[in-house]
């Protein structure tokens, strides 16, 4: 299944990169190409203005909903940061019913020892031990431990996780709503002041956040993130779980949800603390597997996609996305070598300067939605902006090997220091 995947998306990268190449040779040849990026540049700037000027509002609670509730961690070497992780889960404040599994992925430290250490303290926790010839990937284990919890709600944390004591009380009520499937809290980065890049990264949640909370306000697609993402057991099973021929788990999962009618909410208040990778390379592997697992979901879910079963708000909103993300880095290469080429000015420049706008203002209001004085917001979102163009090579490349390269699905996990 997963070589008949793999070679399925191969050939489709391919042909969006083929596709690609075309649209903007031909916009270049057509007269009126300058004119059509106007036009698409002009309906991505109203988009933007929509998202940016829109007011979030708050759902309520309903603090008697109490769900039996299973939290689910993937943990593969995790010696540093397990025993804290333990820790923190079971003494999570929740009048219902709770239960903690983590699913040991044939590490080959001492994480396998520490938990069964840990069980022996916390009646809450269950471990489940997997052998290195398990089924491989991050979406293996939580269907694995999926299969053995309790759990109305389940909620998924990475290895490196940590939430205020009222976690439970401030989220799980949201699913008295049915039409709720999942919700994902706030990401945040605890490590935040260790260097450039954890600083950005910092910056980068709260500019994430920022648009995942008025993507949901104007009707769009709210994005699960992994980290810190609460799922409905009977919607994750309507479905068919986590899919594990994928590279991001939460991606796929989010439009599988989102394509059979589920909500997903974003938490703005609500926060998961998680570390930040300290060096460029790791960021750069980091960046690469979201990147393949971001436009995967897209070749995967195409037909339904481009059906709009989504509804026209979401698939637009999907658009949008897709473009500025994973098509505009591609066509921007390729019309910058076409205007050396001919020695003419780049087509898609009114399109980059919308992205970029879109960009630096959202850094800027995530920031002041913190409380973060001006001066500061503006040297953040001018900084951030320039952090952010390391997804402009990061997916080029990443779409290019995706057309060429085989995939062989295994776990590249993040290294957690605690």
Same mark, same amino acid.
């Given at each position: 299944?997963?070589?008949?995947?793999?070679?399925?998306?191969? /050939?489709?990268?391919?042909?969006?990169?083929?596709?690609?190449?075309?649209?903007?040779?031909?916009?270049?040849?057509?007269? =009126?190409?300058?004119?059509?990026?106007?036009?698409?540049? /002009?309906?991505?700037?109203?988009?933007?203005?929509?998202?940016?000027?829109?007011?979030?509002?708050?759902?309520?609670?309903?603090?008697?909903?109490?769900?039996?509730?299973?939290?689910?961690?993937?943990?593969?070497?995790?010696?540093?940061?397990?025993?804290?992780?333990?820790?923190?889960?079971?003494?999570?404040?929740?009048?219902?019913?709770?239960?903690? %599994?983590?699913?040991?992925?044939?590490?080959?430290?001492?994480?396998?020892?520490?938990?069964?250490?840990?069980?022996?303290?916390?009646?809450?926790?269950?471990?489940?031990?997997?052998?290195?010839?398990?089924?491989?990937?991050?979406? !293996?284990?939580?269907?694995?431990?999926?299969?053995?919890?309790?759990?109305?709600?389940?909620?998924?944390?990475?290895?490196?996780? #940590?939430?205020?004591?009222?976690? @439970?009380?401030?989220?799980?009520?949201?699913?008295?709503?049915?039409?709720?499937?999942?919700? #994902?809290?706030?990401? !945040?980065?605890?490590?935040?002041?260790?260097?450039?890049?954890?600083?950005?990264?910092?910056?980068?949640?709260?500019?994430?956040?920022?648009?995942?909370?008025?993507?949901?306000?104007?009707?769009?697609?709210?994005?699960?993130?992994?980290?810190?993402?609460?799922?409905?057991?009977?919607?994750?099973?309507?479905?068919?779980?986590?899919?594990?021929?994928?590279?991001?788990?939460?991606?796929?999962?989010?439009? *599988?949800?989102?394509?059979?009618?589920?909500?997903?909410?974003?938490? %703005?208040?609500?926060?998961? /603390?998680?570390?930040?990778?300290?060096?460029?390379?790791?960021?750069?592997?980091?960046?690469?597997?979201?990147?393949?697992?971001? $436009? #995967?979901?897209?070749?995967?879910?195409?037909?339904? @996609?481009? *059906?709009?079963?989504?509804?026209?708000?979401?698939?637009?909103? #999907? !658009?949008?996305?897709?473009?500025?993300?994973?098509?505009?880095?591609?066509?921007?290469?390729?019309?910058?070598?076409?205007?050396? $080429?001919?020695?003419?000015?780049?087509?898609?420049?009114?399109?980059?300067?919308?992205?970029?706008?879109?960009?630096?203002?959202?850094?800027?209001?995530?920031?002041?939605?913190?409380?973060?004085?001006?001066?500061?917001?503006?040297?953040?979102?001018?900084?951030?902006?320039?952090?952010?163009?390391?997804? $402009?090579?990061?997916? =080029?490349?990443?779409?290019?090997?995706?057309?060429?390269?085989? *995939?062989?699905?295994? %776990?590249? *996990?993040?290294?957690?220091?605690?």
């Amino acid at each position: 299944m997963l070589g008949e995947d793999s070679n399925t998306r191969r /050939w489709q990268t391919g042909l969006v990169l083929l596709s690609i190449c075309l649209v903007v040779l031909g916009l270049h040849l057509s007269p =009126v190409g300058s004119w059509m990026v106007l036009v698409l540049a /002009w309906g991505v700037a109203v988009y933007a203005l929509r998202l940016l000027t829109s007011n979030p509002v708050s759902l309520p609670i309903d603090r008697t909903y109490l769900p039996r509730i299973s939290i689910l961690v993937a943990a593969k070497d995790e010696e540093q940061v397990i025993k804290r992780l333990v820790g923190n889960l079971c003494t999570l404040q929740y009048a219902g019913e709770l239960e903690v %599994w983590i699913g040991n992925d044939g590490s080959t430290d001492c994480t396998g020892e520490l938990l069964e250490r840990l069980c022996l303290e916390q009646p809450r926790l269950h471990v489940l031990h997997r052998l290195p010839g398990d089924r491989p990937g991050k979406s !293996a284990v939580l269907n694995d431990l999926f299969s053995q919890s309790r759990g109305d709600i389940l909620i998924v944390f990475d290895a490196d996780a #940590q939430v205020d004591a009222d976690f @439970l009380t401030r989220t799980v009520p949201l699913f008295a709503q049915p039409g709720v499937g999942a919700v #994902q809290v706030r990401k !945040a980065i605890a490590n935040a002041d260790e260097n450039f890049w954890t600083r950005n990264q910092a910056a980068e949640m709260l500019f994430d956040a920022f648009f995942q909370l008025r993507r949901q306000t104007i009707g769009g697609t709210a994005e699960l993130r992994g980290n810190g993402q609460l799922v409905r057991a009977t919607a994750l099973q309507q479905v068919g779980d986590w899919t594990e021929s994928t590279v991001t788990d939460d991606l796929d999962l989010t439009l *599988k949800l989102h394509l059979q009618g589920w909500q997903v909410q974003f938490v %703005w208040e609500t926060v998961v /603390w998680e570390e930040g990778v300290t060096s460029w390379q790791a960021l750069w592997r980091q960046r690469s597997r979201w990147a393949e697992g971001g $436009f #995967q979901r897209y070749l995967d879910h195409a037909r339904s @996609l481009l *059906k709009k079963d989504l509804g026209d708000t979401k698939s637009l909103d #999907q !658009a949008v996305f897709c473009t500025i993300q994973y098509l505009m880095p591609v066509a921007a290469l390729i019309d910058l070598s076409l205007a050396v $080429f001919w020695r003419a000015a780049p087509l898609l420049t009114p399109l980059l300067l919308v992205a970029t706008t879109m960009t630096a203002v959202g850094f800027y209001r995530a920031q002041r939605q913190t409380g973060v004085s001006v001066p500061e917001a503006v040297m953040i979102s001018a900084l951030g902006t320039l952090y952010f163009l390391h997804w $402009f090579p990061v997916i =080029v490349i990443k779409l290019v090997s995706m057309a060429i390269y085989p *995939k062989r699905l295994v %776990w590249v *996990k993040t290294v957690h220091q605690g």
